[in-house]
């Protein structure tokens, strides 16, 4: 179960609280019965390394290198004019 950050706008008082994710948000201080605040912060996530390409995680010959899709050919613009009275 993740881990969130409350505080109250009222009294100040912090505190972190393990909740589902089902579970709805704290919004009664415990201390004070003041308002409470959601607290956001970064994910604990970070990626290191020279870098991750989507071949990474497959199976195969590791020299294979994919194309990009070739662009289809873009139309010719018109040279005729209209006068919009028909």
């Known amino acids: ?7 109250c706008t009222a009294c100040g008082h912090s ?3 393990h909740q ?6 704290l919004t009664v201080c ?3 019965s003041g308002r409470l ?14 870098g991750f390409y989507r071949t990474d ?4 010959s ?5 194309t990009p899709a070739a662009k289809p ?7 005729s004019t209209s006068t919009g009275a028909a």
Do not use: Q
């Open 30 to 32: 415990p201390e004070c």
């Open 73 to 79: 050919a873009a139309k010719p613009a018109s040279t």
């Open 62 to 66: 590791s020299s294979s290198v994919s």
């Open 1 to 7: 179960m993740p881990t969130y950050a409350y505080t």
């Open 20 to 25: 589902s994710f089902a579970d709805d948000a």
């Open 57 to 60: 995680s497959r199976s195969g």
């Open 15 to 17: 505190f972190d609280i």
């Open 37 to 50: 605040r959601k607290i956001f912060s970064t994910v604990g996530v970070t990626f290191k390394g020279s």
